[in-house]
């Protein structure tokens, strides 16, 4: 049992105002895992009072201090990376492989990106008689999915340490257990008192509280549309920065090439990947209309393969995060086959064998764009294939979504993948793979505005003067 029943606020871990716990549960196993405290206003008024009181030393430290700050986070993370695997393959059921590899990794990437990009990073730019210079925006409040913890927490926390701003977490209540250790870190490392802050609990209460604050400068949130449009006509009350990071229904484009087959299986196998709770994931495939079947044949037995249970043992997929998320996947299935898609793979229900956990068989349909599992965000493991005729046609289908999150272009012929990515009106694009740490991410669209990862990350925080005559 793991009991998260205290906040870290002003440098301290403090109990909360109004005693009042929350379960958590193991998806795979649908036992409590633990409790965590669950937040008041008057918990956020305490945490954003102590960031808006340490701002003014903090924003003014010098870059020396904030590398210091930030290479020791660097070793204290390095340190308790296996316990961070571990909290994650608990909390939201990512295998262990998966929980220990890319999970903790991403978080350890984007820490080290933000040390990079601080030893050089250009505050202050000349031009003309003018200096432009570029200081930290203020008190920023973060709220975070359970998807991917570390990633969607690192990337928001360590370039806002990086250039001096201060800042209150809301973490997910669905898998609060790393994110409870991340803030260990933080404060075994020595981030200065009120710099960094974290209060757990409801997403109703204490975003709310965080995005109507009117000494909060920025909101930073990763999550739904529905919630993304709330945040921002709250916000807009004390006319905060808000940078959003939402949904997505991204496109995956295979060229008709001899790599079809190739890259069709692993386009589905990728799809399966951390249960489909991933919202750049590539869950519409789009395959050429004179080779429909063999793209079927082939994506039917990747998914087939994928191995399905208990997130702790040598497995590709464990369950989804919680039984509302399984219900909800569990009736786009059902309307799927409602509407008439044809059901390639999977289906409704729970894997052979799995009669307890939030488990969901890998599932394939081949449909229409119009249709409602090619539409609407489905956050599982459900991919629709749909057919193209030409790479024209190809595009069409892909741009036409609400979303432009991300989307991919797989292919022998690098100058057509190149040709057809710039087309996309997404804001991620992934060619044969490519990766990268220091590319902005974010979406078109309803997918959201602002730009995380790399530099562009640090631009988030960071607020412009123009100090005109300064020559």
Same mark, same amino acid.
Not at 447 to 470: A, P, T
């Given at each position: !049992?793991?009991?998260?029943?205290?906040?870290?606020?002003?440098?301290?871990?403090?109990?909360?105002? $109004?005693?009042?716990?929350?379960? %958590?549960?193991?998806?795979?196993?649908?036992?409590?895992?633990?409790?965590?405290? &669950?937040?008041?206003?008057?918990? @956020?008024?305490?945490?954003?009072?102590?960031?808006?009181?340490?701002?003014?030393?903090?924003?003014?430290?010098?870059r020396e201090q904030r590398l210091d700050l930030l290479?020791?986070?660097?070793?204290?993370?390095?340190?308790?990376?296996?316990?961070?695997?571990?909290? @994650?393959?608990?909390?939201?059921?990512?295998?262990?492989?998966?929980?220990?590899?890319?999970?903790?990794?991403?978080?350890?990437?984007? +820490?080290?990106?933000?040390?990079? +990009?601080?030893?050089?990073?250009?505050?202050?730019?000349?031009?003309?008689?003018? !200096?432009?210079?570029?200081?930290?925006?203020?008190?920023?409040?973060?709220?975070?999915?359970?998807n991917w913890p570390m990633n969607q927490t690192c990337?928001?926390?360590?370039?806002?340490?990086?250039?001096?701003?201060?800042?209150?977490?809301? #973490?997910?209540?669905?898998? #609060?257990?790393?994110?409870?250790? &991340?803030?260990? @870190?933080?404060?075994?490392?020595? %981030?200065?008192?009120?710099?960094?802050? !974290?209060?757990?609990?409801?997403?109703? $209460?204490?975003?709310?509280?965080?995005?109507?604050?009117?000494?909060?400068? !920025?909101?930073?949130?990763?999550?739904?549309?529905?919630?993304?449009?709330?945040?921002? *006509?709250?916000?807009?009350?004390?006319?905060?920065?808000?940078?959003?990071?939402?949904?997505?229904?991204?496109?995956?484009?295979?060229?008709?090439?001899?790599?079809?087959?190739?890259?069709?299986?692993?386009?589905? /196998?990728?799809?399966?990947?951390?249960?489909?709770?991933?919202?750049?994931?590539?869950?519409?495939? &789009?395959?050429?209309?004179?080779?429909?079947?063999?793209?079927?044949?082939?994506?039917?037995?990747?998914?087939?393969?994928?191995?399905?249970?208990?997130?702790?043992?040598?497995?590709?997929?464990?369950? =989804?995060?919680?039984?509302?998320?399984?219900?909800?996947?569990?009736?786009?299935?059902?309307?799927?086959?409602?509407?008439?898609?044809?059901?390639?793979?999977?289906?409704?229900?729970?894997?052979?064998?799995?009669?307890?956990?939030?488990? $969901?068989?890998?599932?394939?349909?081949?449909?229409?764009?119009?249709?409602?599992? /090619?539409?609407?965000?489905?956050?599982?493991?459900?991919?629709?294939?749909?057919?193209?005729?030409?790479?024209?046609? /190809?595009?069409?289908?892909?741009n036409d979504s609400n979303f432009g999150l991300a989307?991919? =272009?797989?292919?022998?012929? $690098?100058?057509?993948?190149?040709? %057809?990515?710039?087309?996309?009106?997404?804001?991620?694009?992934?060619?044969?793979?490519?990766?990268?740490?220091? /590319?902005?991410?974010?979406?078109?669209?309803?997918?959201?505005?602002?730009?995380?990862?790399?530099?562009?990350?640090?631009?988030?925080?960071?607020?412009? *003067?123009?100090?005109?005559?300064?020559?």
């Amino acid at each position: !049992m793991r009991d998260c029943l205290q906040f870290y606020i002003d440098g301290k871990w403090v109990d909360p105002i $109004v005693p009042k716990t929350a379960d %958590v549960i193991n998806p795979a196993t649908e036992v409590v895992a633990g409790r965590i405290s &669950l937040g008041s206003v008057a918990d @956020i008024d305490l945490a954003v009072a102590a960031a808006r009181k340490a701002f003014p030393t903090w924003s003014l430290s010098s870059r020396e201090q904030r590398l210091d700050l930030l290479l020791a986070i660097q070793s204290e993370y390095t340190r308790r990376h296996g316990e961070l695997g571990d909290a @994650i393959t608990e909390e939201m059921g990512a295998p262990k492989s998966l929980a220990h590899g890319f999970h903790v990794g991403l978080g350890a990437g984007h +820490l080290q990106t933000a040390i990079e +990009l601080l030893r050089e990073f250009q505050f202050d730019e000349q031009r003309g008689s003018t !200096m432009i210079s570029r200081e930290p925006i203020g008190v920023c409040g973060m709220i975070t999915p359970w998807n991917w913890p570390m990633n969607q927490t690192c990337v928001k926390i360590f370039p806002a340490l990086a250039v001096g701003c201060t800042m209150i977490l809301k #973490p997910p209540q669905l898998a #609060p257990f790393s994110v409870q250790i &991340l803030a260990e @870190i933080l404060h075994s490392a020595g %981030v200065p008192a009120g710099v960094f802050n !974290m209060v757990q609990g409801s997403g109703s $209460v204490l975003g709310t509280a965080l995005t109507t604050h009117p000494d909060v400068d !920025m909101i930073s949130f990763t999550g739904s549309e529905s919630v993304g449009v709330q945040i921002t *006509k709250d916000a807009a009350e004390t006319v905060k920065r808000v940078g959003l990071e939402l949904g997505g229904k991204s496109a995956y484009i295979v060229l008709d090439d001899a790599s079809m087959a190739e890259k069709v299986g692993a386009a589905t /196998a990728a799809m399966m990947g951390n249960s489909g709770q991933t919202c750049s994931a590539g869950s519409r495939l &789009l395959v050429p209309s004179a080779r429909l079947e063999e793209a079927i044949a082939v994506a039917s037995a990747a998914a087939s393969t994928v191995t399905v249970g208990n997130p702790t043992g040598n497995v590709a997929m464990g369950p =989804v995060v919680s039984k509302g998320q399984y219900d909800i996947i569990q009736q786009y299935i059902e309307t799927g086959m409602s509407e008439g898609a044809r059901l390639i793979a999977g289906g409704p229900g729970r894997p052979e064998g799995l009669d307890k956990g939030w488990f $969901v068989r890998p599932t394939v349909f081949l449909t229409t764009n119009d249709s409602v599992i /090619a539409r609407e965000e489905i956050f599982g493991p459900v991919l629709v294939i749909i057919a193209y005729d030409d790479l024209d046609h /190809a595009v069409e289908i892909a741009n036409d979504s609400n979303f432009g999150l991300a989307g991919y =272009v797989d292919g022998l012929d $690098v100058e057509t993948c190149r040709s %057809v990515g710039r087309r996309l009106r997404a804001g991620w694009i992934g060619i044969n793979g490519g990766f990268d740490f220091h /590319a902005a991410f974010g979406g078109y669209k309803r997918s959201g505005n602002g730009r995380e990862w790399g530099e562009f990350g640090f631009h988030e925080y960071l607020e412009i *003067k123009s100090l005109v005559g300064y020559a």
